[in-house]
C-alpha cells in the first residue's frame, strides 16, 4: 500500500449493514491528526442503525439495495469515483461483492471478521469457536479477495473463549478488541 505523503488523508468509505460500532470508531479514529485515512462516505444495503452516525457526524450517506447487485456496484463506482475514494473498508456489510467490483478496488478493500481466520469464515463464528470448544477466538483484520473471508491477513487478536462465555457474551468481548484492532491494522497498511 503507498506511503503517506504529505497529510493528505486518504479518502476512505466504510460500508456496513448493522449497528455500526465499528464505523462510529473508525470515525473518531479518522479524527485524529495521526490517522491515515478520513471518513468521507458511508454505504449502506439496507436501512441500518450505523447510517444514524453519518447524520451525527456530518458524513455522506447512501443506500444501494443489491437486489440488482450489477447496478448497485456500477452505481457505488460512479459515486465512489465522484467523491475521490481511495480506500474501502467493509465493517459488518452483510453483502459479498463481486470479483468485477474487487479487482477494480484491488488491495483497497479491507475487511474485520470476528474470528482467528482461517478459522470460521462466514457467520456465527461465536456460536461454532464455542461448540468446537475452541480456547481461543479472535478478530482478523484482512483485504478483501474474491474468496469469502480468504484475502491476505493483516492483524489478528487472540482472544480467550472461557467455560462462562455464550456466544453473546463472546461477541461482546471480541467487538470490544474489533474496536482497538481495525484503526491498528490501517496504521500498519499506511505506515
Ligand atoms: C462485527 O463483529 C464485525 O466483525 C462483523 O460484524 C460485526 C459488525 O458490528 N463483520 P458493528 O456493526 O460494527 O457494530
Redesign the pocket.
Known amino acids: 500500500m503507498e506511503k503517506l505523503t504529505g497529510l493528505k488523508k486518504i479518502k476512505t468509505a466504510v460500508f456496513?449493514s448493522?449497528?455500526?460500532?465499528?464505523?462510529k470508531n473508525l470515525i473518531k479514529f479518522a479524527k485524529f491528526k495521526k490517522s491515515p485515512i478520513s471518513i468521507n462516505l458511508i454505504i449502506s444495503n439496507i436501512k441500518a442503525k450505523?447510517l444514524n452516525y453519518a447524520d451525527q457526524f456530518g458524513i455522506k450517506k447512501k443506500i444501494f439495495s443489491f437486489k440488482n447487485i450489477k447496478t448497485s456496484e456500477k452505481n457505488i463506482l460512479i459515486l465512489i469515483k465522484k467523491e475521490k475514494i481511495n480506500f474501502i473498508c467493509l465493517?459488518?456489510f452483510m453483502k459479498i461483492l463481486s470479483k468485477d467490483f474487487i479487482k477494480k478496488f484491488n488491495g483497497k478493500i479491507i475487511?474485520?471478521?470476528?474470528s482467528l481466520l482461517p478459522k470460521y469464515k462466514g457467520l456465527n463464528t461465536h456460536e461454532r469457536a464455542i461448540k468446537d470448544k475452541n480456547k481461543f477466538t479472535g478478530?482478523t483484520v484482512h483485504y478483501v479477495s474474491s474468496k469469502l473471508d480468504s484475502g491476505k491477513i493483516i492483524l489478528q487478536r487472540k482472544i480467550k473463549i472461557t467455560s462462562k462465555d455464550s456466544p453473546t457474551s463472546l461477541?461482546k468481548k471480541?467487538?470490544k478488541q474489533?474496536h482497538k484492532f481495525y484503526p491498528a491494522a490501517i496504521m500498519k497498511i499506511f505506515n
Open positions: 456496513i448493522g449497528t455500526g460500532s465499528n464505523l450505523g465493517a459488518g475487511n474485520i471478521h470476528p478478530c461477541a471480541v467487538l474489533e
